[in-house]
């Protein structure tokens, strides 16, 4: 019953957290704009998206969330929005709570330890709060690091099977499943290897069952290619996502330094248990949260899987040594309170947050035509969810991440950096060569050029002067767009 409670709980406050307006980031729109495609399409999968012809879903859409798309699409059908947020976070709050339910032996331990990494780690704790993918695929990892710890094969290849069909990111329970038949191999362990054909089985079957497949493996692959390049595409560098680039060792330490430190304690633990009382299922474990953490030095992403296997390890340290555990954490209590409290502040204040309000996007929008086929540039690839959310009839140049656009058209996605510092000489020609009839941008050299350019017309000017909406004038002998006015 407690456990029940507190998981409601936890979910309200998630979905209180989720409707401040700090909370708010664009990536939420995209789910709900391909949500709504969904519904206009009436199917239960995309097969094309005509908003995003360059980068080719106008003629084929390959959705690498397909399940976590699937299992929101109903609460739209019968909720609409607020009934996709809840669900979402949903998920959320079951990762919270998951240890508790996972380590029956020891709940309000297993619940103590992830209340408390997730404390130290407030980044994790607000990624954890958005309507992101990754959260249905943290959850669904963690169940099946809890199948490998209690030995059920069945369930380890079932979680492996709905982890291959929610996220693009298959080289994890990879990873655990070869590291189980590897030791079995190794310490001659025949037992646990049976865990790990379960995981493979299921991920394979997953990779298969996939509608999208074998575009699946492909998106895969590409976005696994976007952690691992960063170093060898210089030119585009200025345009990769911020959550993909290394943190400055400063900053690394400042983020995580007091939860790694913590787990390298649990590590030495299992070292000095493991002379004693060799397990594949520990190692395995331990060995894939090792493998994330140190992934976590080139893609702080990798901390949002490597955190709950984190719990697994604490616990298990608990179970050995308390004392030890218990100076440990106190360390790590100690620790968290410089930054916890820190983000605490921006709970109680206006919020700071990067993405522009959607109704200053929506207002802007208004004074663009309702006319299909109608192409707008924007200057941000994080504006992209805002057009497909508000104004679907429109095409976008670019979503999700900016690097699909340099995978598909390297010409186009290399021409974005100069033309968005100034240093194209007629950068409405470029413009044109997008097939962009009108821009949408932020405040930079382009707006400059633009306001002084016999090709261009300012529209609107946001309120908060944030974005500026451009028309460009048609070239000679075109066929000229409809006029702006506000709908």
Known sequence: AFGL????????????LAQRPDSFEADRLYHLALLKEMLRQEV??????????????????????????FLLLWPLRWGGEAAVLATGLFFSSCVLWAPYFLLPRARALAFGLSLLLLAACPIFFFRLTLLRPHVLAILLFTLLAAAVWHRKPFWCG??????????????????????????????????????????WGGLAAGILLNPYFPSNLVRSFQTLAIALQ?????????????????LAPASYAWAFGGILLVFLFSVFIWARHWRKNFSGREAALFLTAGA??????????????????????????WEQK????VVMLACLALFLSHDFFAYAKTLRGPGTHSS????VVEELLAFVPEQKGLRVFHSNWGLGPYLLYFRPELEIIEVLDPTYLLLRDPEKALLLTPLLEGRIQDPVDTLRKFGAHYVLTEPGPLVGQLLHH?????????????????RLLPAPGAAPPAAPQAR
């Open 44 to 69: 239960w999968f995309l097969r094309s998206w005509a908003a995003v012809p360059l980068l080719g879903w106008d003629q084929y859409f390959s959705d690498k969330e397909f399940l976590y798309h």
């Open 5 to 16: 409670i507190g998981l409601l709980a936890t979910w309200w406050v998630f979905f209180q």
């Open 356 to 359: 522009p309000p959607p109704a």
């Open 230 to 246: 960063l170093q060898r595409l210089e030119k585009f560098q200025l345009r990769f996502g911020l959550e993909l680039q290394p």
């Open 158 to 199: 079932l979680c492996a099977l709905l982890f291959a069909l929610a996220y693009h990111a298959f080289y994890l329970p990879l990873l655990l499943g070869g590291l189980l038949l590897g030791l079995s191999l190794l310490q001659k362990e025949k037992r646990i290897a049976r865990e790990g054909w379960a995981i």
């Open 454 to 470: 016999k090709g261009a017309e300012l529209v609107k000017v946001a309120r908060d002067r944030y974005l500026h909406l451009f």
């Open 292 to 317: 994330l953490w140190v992934a976590s030095l080139r893609s702080p992403r990798a901390v949002e899987f490597a955190l709950p296997l984190t719990v697994f390890c604490l616990w298990f340290a």
């Open 322 to 325: 308390k004392r030890a555990a």
